[in-house]
């Protein structure tokens, strides 16, 4: 999953630094994911994935790390079936 | 239960004389030289307005941020000038409170902001940014014996000459991203503003707002510790548009109020004849409940999720919208109510010097949808709804 999330991430968050440098819990905001380019990144996690994030996971918290998204999907059952 | 009300009560109340008093008759001089609206604000210092929000045990009045909001409402219907410092000033404070997670420095300052009542006023909008505020180019900037530096050129800043300190986003570091945000706040001693441009605008002339060049040497721990995209959006962005949208809605009360007036003298003249203006009215007092059901309703949504641990609701995209849209909305229906009142009360309205004049009203009330403007917000918003799912 960590893999997927890294992908849309080098594929939404047009971050100036390379993905595949920053770690697991790294401040994807601190390192410039700005706030429209995390709505892009959303989108793809919930097409990607399948699912719908709810209101109440819709916050800066939620999307700051790989780590934060992975726990996030992980509670919405992502991959527990498969 | 019954202190806080008390206290709240007594509180409001002595902002409401000040407004009759000194705002009102200080009013139309402080448009029409477009000066610092001094008496107004000394008048609040005399009462320790400027630190009513601090909690009493670092010396302010702890007020409810509702009293708050109120006061800025009761100043709006006399002098929306004034009203624009005094919630400018407070939207500082509350930040700064809600935010200062136990810092050291900045309970002391807090302490001093009731023990001197020093003004605040804010370095926001940046030259360069294109009106983002979630973006900096000025950054903290390490210095000489373990100081800090920053230099921004600001487009705007309000009040920026008469206040004692300035609270101002930065990025967190020379190698920091635009987003990655702080805040810092500089007393008038670690300040110099070199003046870029004037101030002669359409309305809100007594704000004072011309741009800056601000330079400014401080120490690292006058960094607020919560970094600033959490304060955006949990603080400085709901309470900016629930304390402007207050005032907005009080200018725009007082010219219902006057067109009101006006319709009751032409009623007067001809008893029994209802005024061909009075279905106008009516009509206007619609549009002010509108307004006044929005700005209540905001407000309310607010306080209640402050109330909840964490605040975790206010960091969500739905509370990003609905505090967006009190702005966006406020700040248009605003305008169109004091340009109903002008309607009622013909040219008595258009003149500037008679009872019955809104011309200040409907000026003042038109810088509302450029105070971060509303076409960016919608962009914002635009965005957000893409995921957002229930607003």
């Known amino acids: ?82 | 239960m019954s202190v806080a009300v008390d206290r709240d009560a007594a509180f409001l109340a002595a902002v409401g004389r000040i407004a009759e008093e000194v705002a009102a008759p200080n009013a139309e001089d402080v448009d029409r030289r477009a000066r610092f609206p001094v008496e107004t604000i000394q008048a609040l210092r005399d009462e320790r307005a400027l630190s009513a929000f601090v909690p009493t045990e670092l010396g302010g009045a702890g007020v409810s941020f509702e009293t708050i909001a109120a006061a800025c409402f009761q100043l709006g219907r006399r002098c929306g000038a004034s009203a624009m410092v005094f919630a400018m000033h407070q939207i500082q404070v509350v930040t700064i409170v809600r935010h200062l997670d136990g810092a050291p420095w900045f309970e002391a300052y807090l302490r001093d902001v009731a023990d001197e009542q020093r003004l605040i006023a804010s370095v926001t909008s940046e030259v360069g940014t294109g009106g983002d505020m979630g973006r900096s180019v000025a950054a903290v900037t390490p210095a000489g014996a373990g100081g800090c530096t920053f230099e921004k050129r600001a487009p705007t800043v309000s009040y920026g000459e008469h206040a004692d300190d300035l609270l101002t986003t930065l990025r967190r570091g020379p190698d920091a991203e635009p987003g990655d945000q702080v805040l810092a706040l500089t007393r008038k001693e670690q300040i110099t503003l070199e003046p870029a441009g004037t101030w002669d605008p359409l309305g809100m002339r007594g704000t004072c707002s011309p741009g800056f060049l601000v330079r400014a040497e401080f120490m690292p721990e006058q960094v607020l510790p919560t970094p600033f995209p959490r304060v955006s959006v949990e603080s400085m962005v709901p309470v900016s548009h629930i304390l402007w949208s207050h005032l907005w809605l009080g200018i725009a009360t007082d010219a219902f109020d006057r067109a009101r007036a006006f319709v009751r003298a032409a009623a007067k003249q001809k008893p029994g004849q209802p005024p061909p203006t009075a279905a106008r009215l009516s009509h206007l007092m619609s549009e002010l409940s509108l307004l006044r059901a929005e700005v209540s309703s905001a407000l309310a949504e607010f306080v209640d999720a402050s109330q909840e641990p964490g605040r975790e609701r206010l960091s969500t995209m739905a509370a990003t919208l609905r505090f967006n849209n009190l702005k966006i909305a406020a700040s248009e229906q605003a305008p169109r109510v004091c340009q109903g009142a002008m309607g009622v009360c013909g040219i008595m309205g258009f003149k500037n010097d008679t009872p019955f004049s809104v011309g200040r009203h409907l000026r003042d009330t038109m810088s509302a949808s450029l105070m971060v403007a509303n076409e960016r917000i919608h962009q914002t918003n635009a965005s957000l709804l893409l995921i957002a799912k229930e607003v």
């Open chain 1, 1 to 82: 999953m960590t893999d997927e999330i890294r992908r849309i991430i080098n594929d939404h968050a047009r971050l100036p630094v390379d993905i595949s440098a920053l770690a697991v819990d790294a401040d994807l905001y601190q390192a410039g994911m700005t706030s429209h380019a995390s709505v892009n990144v959303m989108l793809a996690l919930e097409d990607c994935f399948d699912v719908e994030f709810p209101d109440r996971m819709l916050k800066r918290s939620v999307f700051e790390s790989i780590a934060s998204i992975a726990a996030a999907l992980a509670e919405l059952q992502v991959g527990v079936a498969a």
